[in-house]
């Protein structure tokens, strides 16, 4: 069965250092989002991604990160001045419509020290 | 901004017993998810729906839509099931298909 991919599974990094999570969507879905869990806390949306571009955003997502699909199978989440609370899990999702089902990655998990 | 809030926040069963979960949202939705977090962490689907009711084996969600209120049962409850339940929504008038999360139902069955 399809599914979404993600790595690395656990990214350590230091505070100020720029990270890329990478994901692979399922190969006919359109829409990608990103969200992210801090521990103990619920998940948030950050970001969805359609037709190469931005189709929402929430407010955590600032100028600190950028998402892009270099290729036909990549979908990417960088940070480019890592803080202490980035730290957090990760996830990439897809669906092949807007109303439908999203599939979700296992995560990555990203500490910043 | 939609406001989803889930109860109990945990809840502990004997294998076999009826579980329920319930999931209330503030503002009109056009579509409500109900996922599964295992202790790892991965998140897995259970149901999208946006009117009356759904089920998989043993599992059934049910949604209100005037009442602003979903439901997702277990039926004969199995230590296998422990894990958190999460109900998410996506709002009616977003753009981008966002979902707004609840803050989870961690459940444990114990054998």
């Known amino acids: 069965e399809p599914e979404v991919t993600q790595t690395p599974s656990h990214q350590v990094t230091q505070m100020g250092q720029e990270v890329i999570l990478r994901c692979v969507p399922i190969?006919?879905?359109?829409?990608f989002y990103w969200y992210r869990q801090i521990l103990g806390q619920k998940v948030e949306f950050l970001v969805s991604?359609?037709?190469?571009?931005?189709?929402?955003k929430s407010e955590i997502f600032d100028d600190q990160f950028s998402v892009e699909r270099p290729d036909g199978s990549n979908f990417t989440l960088k940070i480019r001045s890592t803080k202490l609370e980035d730290s957090a899990m990760y996830f990439c999702?897809?669906?092949?419509?807007?109303?439908?089902?999203?599939?979700f990655g296992p995560g990555t998990r990203l500490t910043v020290t | 901004k939609n406001e989803v809030e889930q109860s109990p926040q945990n809840l502990t069963a004997q294998e076999g017993e009826f579980i329920t979960i319930n999931c209330s949202y503030s503002?009109?939705?056009?579509?409500l998810h109900w996922l599964q977090q295992h202790p790892g962490g991965g998140i897995v689907s259970l149901f999208m729906?946006?009117?009356g009711k759904k089920k998989h084996g043993r599992l059934i969600a049910t949604i209100n839509i005037q009442e602003k209120h979903s439901s997702l049962h277990i039926t004969a409850s199995h230590p296998r099931d422990s894990a958190v339940y999460i109900c998410?929504?996506?709002?009616?008038?977003?753009?981008?298909?966002?979902?707004?999360f609840g803050e989870g139902t961690q459940l444990t069955v114990n054998p």
């Open positions: 991604f359609y037709n190469n571009e931005i189709s929402e």
């Open positions: 190969s006919n879905h359109l829409y």
């Open positions: 998410a929504a996506r709002d009616r008038e977003t753009s981008g298909s966002r979902l707004t």
């Open positions: 999702a897809s669906s092949a419509d807007r109303v439908y089902e999203q599939y």
């Open positions: 729906l946006s009117s």
């Open positions: 503002v009109g939705i056009s579509a």
